[in-house]
Nanobody, 124 residues
Framework: QVHLLESGGGLVQAGGSLRLSCAAS????????MGWFRQAPGKEHECVAA????????YYADSVKGRFIISRDNAKNTLYVQMNSLKPEDTAVYFC?????????????????WGQGTQVTVSS
């Protein structure tokens, strides 16, 4: 059974940083492209970053480009996102997700496995 477990969320002041982790089990991690999504109240899921199987391909949403850094450690079956210069509009529940797609994608429908999410709250 596939499990994706996020950690690292919390409350931070604007301008601060957080690092989210996603520990994966029950799948061959290196065979899956991975993504970080977020969902704010009343809004749809937004893909903020995605990374290819090897880590060689990376996507960022314009809203986080230059502030967030996605990475993965295939030896540790773990996905990360370093979030810097956080803004109140980054407040959301953050999810990691896995897709067997060969190429990275920001398409929500392509991701079949999801974590339970971790809350990130940025105060002004």
């Amino acid at each position: 059974q596939v499990h994706l477990l996020e950690s690292g969320g919390g409350l931070v002041q604007a301008g601060g940083s957080l690092r989210l982790s996603c520990a994966a089990s029950g799948l061959t991690f290196s065979s899956y492209a991975m993504g970080w999504f977020r969902q704010a109240p009343g809004k749809e899921h937004e893909c903020v970053a995605a990374i290819s199987r090897s880590g060689g391909g990376i996507y960022y949403a314009d809203s986080v480009k230059g502030r967030f850094i996605i990475s993965r450690d295939n030896a540790k079956n773990t996905l990360y996102v370093q979030m810097n210069s956080l803004k109140p509009e980054d407040t959301a529940v953050y999810f990691c997700a896995a897709t067997p797609n060969f190429q990275l994608t920001n398409n929500y429908a392509a991701y079949g496995y999801w974590g339970q999410g971790t809350q990130v709250t940025v105060s002004s």
